[in-house]
């Protein structure tokens, strides 16, 4: 297993910080892509941060009222060591297919 | 396949799986790659590590997780998005006298960096009448099959291997992405050291105590040159990278029909083992090249002359090539039409073996 951690990402317009309202997981619980994780607020608006990826919630960071700063850790996800890859899926390992038969008379001169 | 494993004297402690010192171990090419730069940093203190996410998060593929906690934020560390600045940076490293590792997140990131890759790196040992030369290992995750993204998915073997003063290697299974990059990450020269990303996360047998079997490899066991990874008496497959596993593969179907194929696994790229190519084609007289890149001035049409040179009077037909098309690397959904598929490359087999001289 391998952990992978999110920081909190630039909630746009040069923000450089949040404040936790609510934390929607809790560590140990297996979410899902794009399930809301954590509601934040920022000088502007209070919004829902979905996860960026599937795996089972590790550790949160901060719990409400707590500012966070944008680059430091907000959650760190446990997931198997081969879906760690951050880009593309990993190829499904399968018996080998084929239509093509060979044919040949081998003359071993 | 995977080497030369110690015979057991009666003398011998029985070994463990988890002992200490254990010579074979089964891991992904992932861990196995992990694994070995581990061991250079821990080797050589003027080796350092780095690239985009290389760091504190261990890399988008894992490949250095745990390296930077393990040996500190000075040998292991993350550098902007600046793919020109990561291999700028390694020519004053490796002038300074440091053995740079960096990373480039994806092949198709790259041609940023291929002026300092080809203008600097790979000139500035000639440059300077060996009196700068340039220890860099410039690990890249290579090829397609991950149904990954544009600028993800590309070959670059054939325009390094091009280039004077630069090496070109790939590993095909972990038991050579270990030894591979630990000895290209020894040597005097600028590496380029490409990862077949679609294999990172299959396991095999890794045996650390020699690279090859006796006899095979360089005197010293390091592995240098091409290796035979499967024999047979027919026709030779010859690949490098993630085709290797394929063409074991269609290896193993085509002796369903009797066809005996033996499976050549170049690694160096540049430069290329050309006795091991003219060797195993004297054998068996019928040789298909395999590779995902494009297929006008791929590797595939060094690799053709290079038997055809060697093996001229005894080859029963020209070498025949099985590569990815002339066009940009397509998206995920297309790339199965793209690489090489099993199919493709019995085809290839057919037409070697069905050739009539005129």
Not at chain 1, 10 to 35: K, M
Not at chain 2, 265 to 283: E, H
Request: proline content about 9%; aromatic content about 6%; glycine content about 10%.
């Amino acid at each position: 297993m391998a952990e992978i951690s999110f920081p909190l990402p630039d909630l746009g317009e040069g923000l450089i910080e949040a404040t936790v309202l609510e934390w929607l997981v809790s560590p140990g619980e297996q979410v899902e892509r794009n399930q809301p994780l954590v509601e934040v607020e920022t000088t502007k608006s209070a919004v829902e941060l979905p996860s960026p990826q599937a795996g089972k919630v590790v550790r949160i960071y901060g719990g409400p009222g707590d500012k966070i700063n944008v680059g430091e850790p907000l959650i760190v996800f446990e997931v198997p060591d081969n879906t760690a890859g951050i880009v593309g899926t990993v190829p499904k390992e399968e018996a080998p297919k084929r239509r093509v038969r060979l044919s040949a008379v081998l003359d071993e001169d | 396949m995977t080497g030369f494993r110690q015979a057991q004297s009666p003398d011998a402690p029985t070994p463990h799986p988890e002992a200490p010192g254990k010579r074979t171990e089964q891991l992904s090419m992932q861990q196995a790659l992990n694994r070995a730069l581990d061991e250079v940093l821990a080797e050589n203190p003027k080796a350092v590590i780095f690239g985009e996410d290389c760091g504190r998060l261990g890399g988008v593929f894992r490949i250095t997780d745990g390296l930077q906690a393990k040996h500190g934020e000075k040998r292991v560390f993350d550098t902007p998005l600046a793919e020109s600045g990561i291999l700028g940076m390694s020519v004053g490293l490796a002038m300074a006298g440091f053995h740079p590792i960096p990373e480039v997140q994806f092949d198709g990131f790259a041609y940023p960096a291929v002026n300092q890759i080809i203008c600097q790196i790979a000139r500035m040992n000639y440059r300077s009448r060996g009196t700068l030369p340039m220890p860099i290992t410039l690990r890249v995750p290579s090829f397609g099959g991950i149904r990954a993204p544009e600028h993800h998915g590309e070959s670059l073997e054939a325009l390094f291997a091009h280039v004077p003063g630069l090496k070109v290697v790939s590993p095909s299974n972990p038991h050579e992405a270990y030894h591979l990059l630990k000895y290209a990450a020894t040597r005097p020269d600028p590496v380029i050291f490409m990862e077949p990303k679609s294999r990172y996360w299959q396991k095999g047998d890794v045996d650390f105590g020699a690279a090859d079997a006796p006899g095979a490899g360089s005197p010293a066991g390091a592995p240098t040159g091409a290796k035979v990874m499967r024999e047979g008496r027919h026709l030779t497959l010859i690949a490098w990278g993630a085709m290797v596993s394929r063409c074991l593969q269609v290896a193993g179907l085509a002796a369903e029909d009797g066809i005996d194929v033996e499976v050549l696994d170049l690694r160096w790229i540049k430069p290329i083992d050309a006795d091991a190519l003219v060797a195993s084609v004297r054998k068996t007289r019928r040789a298909v090249v395999v590779h995902e890149a494009p297929l006008t001035s791929g590797l595939g049409a060094e690799v053709a002359q290079l038997v055809t040179q060697g093996c001229f009077d005894t080859l029963k037909a020209p070498v025949e090539r099985v590569t990815g098309f002339d066009v940009p690397y397509p998206s995920g959904d297309l790339e199965d039409e793209y690489i090489p598929n099993i199919d493709r490359i019995l085809f290839g087999i057919q037409r070697v073996l069905e050739y009539k001289r005129g």
